[in-house]
């Protein structure tokens, strides 16, 4: 069975840092992309990081560059995202997710396969 376990969210203030991380079980890390997607309240599920592991390319959006980092740990088959300076604007529900295909991070929601829980990360201003 396929799992990812998404944790570390929490209320913070504005500037603030937290850490998330995502737990995968039941597939090989080293052979998928992993995602991190945020989703605020009443807007759509937007991606905020991908990482392909077959050529160690990490993509982070706009909107959180120079303030967010992905990394992973193959061995512990853990990925995390530190994410400082935060806003109210990163006010969402985070989502770890992982794809098969190098595209999968290109694709977006529609190329992720498998989607953790989500974890509540509240700024507040």
């Known amino acids: 069975e396929v799992q990812l376990q998404a944790f570390g969210g929490g209320l913070v203030q504005a500037g603030g840092s937290l850490r998330l991380s995502c737990v995968v079980s039941?597939?090989?890390?080293?052979?998928?992309?992993i995602a991190w997607f945020r989703q605020a309240p009443g807007k759509g599920r937007e991606k905020v990081s991908c990482?392909?592991?077959?050529?160690?390319?990490?993509q982070l959006e706009d909107s959180v560059k120079g303030r967010f980092t992905f990394s992973g740990d193959n061995a512990m088959k853990t990925v995390y995202l530190q994410m400082n300076d935060l806003k109210a604007e990163d006010t969402a529900v985070y989502y770890c997710?992982?794809?098969?295909?190098?595209?999968?991070?290109?694709?977006?929601?529609?190329?992720?396969?498998?989607w953790g829980q989500g974890t509540q990360v509240t700024v507040s201003s």
């Open positions: 039941g597939i090989t890390i080293e052979d998928y992309v």
């Open positions: 997710a992982a794809g098969v295909y190098s595209d999968s991070c290109r694709w977006g929601i529609d190329g992720m396969d498998y």
């Open positions: 990482f392909i592991n077959k050529d160690g390319t990490t």
